[in-house]
């Protein structure tokens, strides 16, 4: 019996063979002959495997010159094991973290001292687990190896030992010892040896017979040597010299493999991502969380857990496959890259530093991508996955940037102009063809040519505009008070009933003004920001028609500070007020017909709601993508670069500080007669916020606003780079330095009438560091974001 069942697995491997061989055929793979060839000539590498995967089988499996030059030459086979080298760090170390995950045994957004306490040294005490699986932990690339040491005892000693090199959080540097301190995790947690823990749950479950740490002496003969080491040649010996001082089992380097085993964990990783059949030791949910963006949400480079989605390092994606597949390389010279949308994995296995540690793959592995996706007829997805993840449909490779559009945006009253005011029209023939409305409007109201939506709409046929409303600031926009009265627009004459006073009661319309009114009509810009006061007033309109029956029709528009972030803590619920209508992200990431779907279905409010779209406008347009002329839509917003800074110094303003009002630059500048402007600037700067500085300035706002007439020290905040900055945590930043550096004069309490969040405070009021909050709130983030799925028009 035993022979009969290893003749069946010989004859299972060799009709494995003459499938893969007869794909291959019908496939012209002969570009990749062309390129491993040359690289070998060309002595870049000594020889290669190459293996593909598409829709679940084996298309290309092949040996390529030697894996040894020295000090014999043997020609490189398709069972070649191969030093995995960083590969280790997804194929194994991120994957058993997922599985302690997926067991209970920890949260991603936990301080790894909670832990390991010994880690919580020199000012590690808040970095967490996912900092350390996205390389934004701050923690320099690698352990010093000018000393001599030995043993993973005094690697994790070191480890836990060392000084940041930038506060977490904030760049993305690549990291061995992140792994390395995340083996030490495994270990912690699952009670054995990290070697141990991944063959029993990862290694066996999957089936994987070439594949180990420290390598067994059988398979030495099929080893790929790497290079000479104090004279002698490595081979089963881990090449990384880290890891080899831990005794070849460590959390970032020490896997050996082949391209076999490489494919059968890669095919399985896609069956499981695409529901079918797998014996992939995770789940389907944790493993999608995996394989998908988990760094800051502005950072510079995309990074899953484990897994390189867009980063410096993922050359080995090359120009065809998506931004949003993933991957990962290893110095010896091997590379993984998975396209979950084309059901594509291309294993890419070299000793590149064979013999002599002088060879590189960079390039091959590039072009070895775009050949197998234009063999396999694969073409550029047109940034639609990419586009899930920045808003838009370009993406450089190396950093996550978006190309600044020159676009011409129509609005909701352009389309609606354009269409012959259709959408209104269909609404007069339930009520004889004669449409009486009201219009919810301001300054901002105006279409391409400037003309107002007022003027626009008292002069259609079979519409009757009989009310005008105006809200915060008032018709013109230009007040800004509490005390705005009703008043007669003078071009037309028709009566604006005020929507902005001290009562809850005066900033909602009456029902009475409703049911005298068939629909409403909202046209207002908004600033993108959960307290900007538009939003409420557009919420309380859907409350009343809910119950009055009135049709609702937002005329939509650009968010200014786009719609591809969503940041910022999420207010409390139970503590809505005007700034607060529900709970939400300090940025929502929504266009007001977007907002205006959401407060619908999730207030079941049910009540009838229209929303005239946008034509031409993209969840990652800024305002000055859109070809549309900025009109202030408040006294204080008088620019775009205010309204990217609103998110962070409107937060705080209800303080004890100016924030610029009564100034030129208001919302650009931060002070108080009691502030030392250069002492302030100087601790924020080294905190190496993304995409912003700071630098220390004087200025004395006129009345009516706080410190009128005085002198006050500050801060200016210089924008950088819009697309790496997170404007909501940037508020916190300011209110917990302002807290640390002046805790008699500063009212930190105050704050929380616009962040509407009793944890976050609470956290400010205890001194925790502003990172570390924030990474609290990004689950709600998350499962914000789902609910804001059912919304999104764009």
Not at 62 to 69: I, Q
Not at 368 to 386: E, M, R, S, Y
Not at 623 to 644: F, H, I, K, Q
Request: hydrophobic letters at 40%; charged letters at 20%.
């Amino acid at each position: 019996m035993r022979m009969c069942g290893r003749w069946l697995l010989c004859l299972v491997a060799v009709l494995g063979c003459m499938r893969c061989h007869a794909l291959a055929q019908r496939t012209d793979f002969s570009a990749i002959d062309t390129l491993v060839g040359q690289a070998v000539e060309q002595h870049h590498i000594p020889g290669a495997v190459v293996e593909i995967g598409h829709r679940g089988r084996v298309v290309f499996r092949k040996a390529y010159g030697e894996r040894s030059l020295e000090p014999v030459h043997e020609a490189m086979t398709l069972d070649t094991v191969f030093d995995m080298a960083s590969l280790t760090k997804p194929l194994l170390t991120a994957t058993a973290v997922m599985q302690l995950c997926e067991q209970g045994k920890l949260s991603f957004n936990d301080p790894v001292a909670k832990y390991l306490p010994e880690f919580a040294a020199n000012g590690k005490q808040d970095i967490t687990i996912r900092q350390l699986l996205t390389h934004y932990s701050g923690l320099p690339p690698d352990l010093s190896l000018e000393q001599p040491w030995e043993g993973k005892a005094e690697a994790f000693r070191q480890a836990f030992a060392i000084q940041p090199a930038t506060p977490a959080g904030v760049r993305f540097v690549y990291s061995d010892i992140n792994f390395i301190v995340l083996g030490a995790l495994v270990e912690k947690l699952s009670g054995m040896p990290e070697d141990e823990y991944v063959q029993q749950k990862i290694i066996v479950p999957l089936h994987l017979r070439n594949t180990s740490y420290l390598p067994s002496t059988e398979w030495r003969d099929r080893i790929a040597p790497t290079q000479y080491e104090h004279g002698v040649m490595l081979r089963g010996v881990v090449h990384d010299p880290t890891a080899r001082r831990m005794g070849g089992v460590a959390g970032h380097a020490g896997l050996f493999s082949t391209a076999d085993d490489v494919a059968v964990y890669a095919q399985n990783l896609l069956d499981r991502l695409a529901g079918r059949p797998s014996i992939f030791p995770l789940s389907r949910a944790v493993l999608q969380k995996m394989v998908t963006p988990e760094q800051p949400a502005t950072a510079t480079a995309l990074r899953g857990f484990g897994w390189d989605i867009e980063s410096p390092y993922s050359s080995n994606r090359g120009e065809i496959f998506p931004v949003g597949s993933f991957g990962h390389t290893g110095f010896t010279g091997t590379s993984l890259w998975i396209d979950p949308v084309s059901d594509i994995y291309v294993v890419v296995l070299t000793n590149a530093v064979h013999p002599n540690g002088g060879g590189s793959t960079v390039a091959l592995r590039r072009a070895i991508a775009n050949a197998a996706a234009v063999a396999l007829g694969i073409v550029p997805d047109g940034g639609k996955l990419a586009a899930k993840l920045t808003g838009y449909n370009e993406s450089l490779s190396g950093m996550r940037r978006w190309i600044a559009r020159n676009a011409e945006v129509k609005t909701g009253i352009d389309v609606l102009e354009t269409d012959d005011f259709a959408e209104l029209r269909k609404l007069a023939k339930k009520h004889g063809s004669h449409l009486r409305i009201g219009l919810l409007t301001n300054q901002t109201g105006v279409d391409a040519a400037g003309h107002r939506t007022i003027d626009i709409l008292a002069h259609v046929d079979g519409i009757e505009l009989k009310t005008l409303f105006s809200p915060e600031h008032g018709i013109s926009g230009a007040q800004d008070s509490e005390k705005i009265s009703n008043e007669t627009d003078v071009q037309t004459g028709i009566p604006v009933i005020s929507l902005y006073g001290a009562t809850d009661a005066q900033r909602k319309p009456s029902p009475d003004t409703m049911r005298s009114l068939d629909a409403v009509v909202i046209d207002l810009q908004d600033a993108g920001v959960r307290f900007y006061t538009y939003e409420t007033v557009m919420a309380y309109f859907l409350e009343i028609a809910a119950k009055t029956g009135t049709d609702i029709v937002v005329l939509d528009r650009p968010n200014p500070v786009n719609g591809a972030f969503v940041q910022g803590p999420l207010s409390d619920e139970g503590a809505e007020s005007y700034v607060h209508y529900m709970p939400l992200p300090v940025r929502h990431g929504m266009t007001m017909g977007e907002l205006a779907q959401y407060f619908n279905r999730e207030r079941n409010l049910h009540a009838p709601l229209t929303i005239v779209k946008m034509q031409e406008w993209q969840r990652g347009d800024w305002y000055d993508s859109t070809g549309l002329t900025w009109v202030n839509p408040s006294p204080n917003l008088r620019d775009l670069e205010e309204a990217m800074l609103y998110p962070a110094l409107g937060l705080v303003e209800t303080t004890n500080i100016s924030v610029g009002r009564g100034t030129d630059t208001p919302f650009e500048i931060f002070g108080a007669p009691w502030m030392d402007g250069r002492q302030l600037s100087r601790f924020l700067n080294g905190r190496f916020l993304p995409g912003v500085r700071f630098v220390p300035v004087d200025f004395t706002p006129q009345k009516p606003y706080p410190y009128a007439g005085k002198l006050c020290h500050g801060v200016r905040v210089l924008i950088l780079d819009r697309n790496v900055l997170d404007s909501p945590e940037l508020g916190i930043e300011i209110a917990s330095a302002l807290h640390r550096w002046y805790p008699q004069d500063f009212k930190l309490e105050r704050i929380n009438t616009l962040l509407a969040n009793q944890h976050v405070l609470e956290s400010l009021t205890k001194g925790i560091d502003p990172a570390k909050i924030a990474e609290d709130w990004r689950a709600s983030l998350e499962e914000f974001e789902g609910k804001r799925k059912a919304a999104l028009i764009y």
